[in-house]
């Protein structure tokens, strides 16, 4: 069984949208959407949950108001003003740094667990489909990443499936880190643009880190195709692989608001281009 991640240095550059695509071309797999602070590949699935699972997060500060004396220490020290003028704690305002808990004489605060997500498992048309989901405001998106992720490998490996597909999420941040950790290859969705080619160099950077060999695919390469040279130019430097470019096709657009990925949606230069990627993926040249 391979973990494999779809991933990107910048929001927008399509990566769901393959991930849909390639999610149409594999037969035995399990999926997982590790963008839990903004996940869409489940508009896409319309899944069905058969497990929910409550995520928490950091631990923020009560204070229990009988045991407090009002010295006023903790308010005076609060460097995020958390904490209101009759004690109590804003927990959204609060950043868990438990500074308050260590300062109280009193001992009158308490350091307890924040519900901050949840994360489901759901059958799909696609499969088993593995997602979650961080509420507003709420912090630690890798660990939640890493949940599940473990879901899923769990169940790819019960279902003995071929991949676990992971729509991984954007940027370079503590969820991607989280997302490629471990795995041996992933996909890398640029888009040809100035800013496309310097987040694409970040991504590249962390998957270098990480040991994790870049496959990367350029998107929309006709609007730009001086860039996309460059793109393929450095990616070929950094030692990896262009599996190939997709052309700007409005049937991706199309395809997403049917809640259908581009190849269920029909034959259209995009698809076709998605399936010779998979295909040369599949076939392992130079890698």
């Not at 903004?38 to 045991?67: C, N, V």
């Amino acid at each position: 069984m391979l973990e494999i991640a779809v991933v990107s240095g910048k929001g927008g550059t399509g990566k769901t949208s393959v991930t849909a695509a390639f999610a149409t071309l594999i037969k035995s797999k399990v999926l997982a959407d590790c963008d839990v602070d903004a996940p869409d590949l489940h508009l896409i699935l319309k899944p069905e949950i058969k497990q929910s699972s409550e995520f928490y997060g950091m631990r923020r500060a009560y204070i229990r108001l009988d045991d407090c004396t009002w010295c006023g220490i903790c308010r005076e020290y609060c460097r995020f003003d958390a904490i209101s003028e009759d004690y109590v704690v804003d927990p959204v305002a609060c950043d868990g740094c438990e500074l308050c808990y260590h300062l109280c004489p009193e001992k009158a605060i308490d350091l307890k667990p924040t519900l901050a997500g949840h994360w489901y498992v759901a059958e799909s048309r696609f499969g088993t489909f593995v997602y979650g989901m961080l509420e507003i405001g709420e912090e630690n998106s890798g660990k939640l990443v890493t949940v599940i992720r473990k879901q899923g490998l769990f169940l790819a490996q019960k279902e003995n499936a071929d991949f676990l597909l992971v729509d991984g999420p954007p940027g370079t941040g503590c969820p991607v880190n989280s997302t490629l950790s471990g795995l041996k290859y992933a996909f890398v969705v640029a888009e040809p643009t100035q800013s496309g080619l310097h987040d694409l160099g970040r991504i590249v950077d962390l998957m270098e880190h990480f040991k994790v060999y870049p496959l990367v695919v350029v998107n929309k390469f006709d609007l730009n195709e001086e860039m996309s040279d460059r793109i393929e130019k450095y990616v070929e430097e950094r030692g990896g692989t262009v599996l190939g470019r997709i052309p700007f096709d409005p049937a991706v657009t199309e395809s997403m608001t049917q809640g259908l990925s581009v190849i269920e949606y029909g034959d259209s230069p995009a698809s076709q281009a998605i399936k010779t990627v998979w295909e040369k993926f599949l076939s392992g040249v130079n890698l």
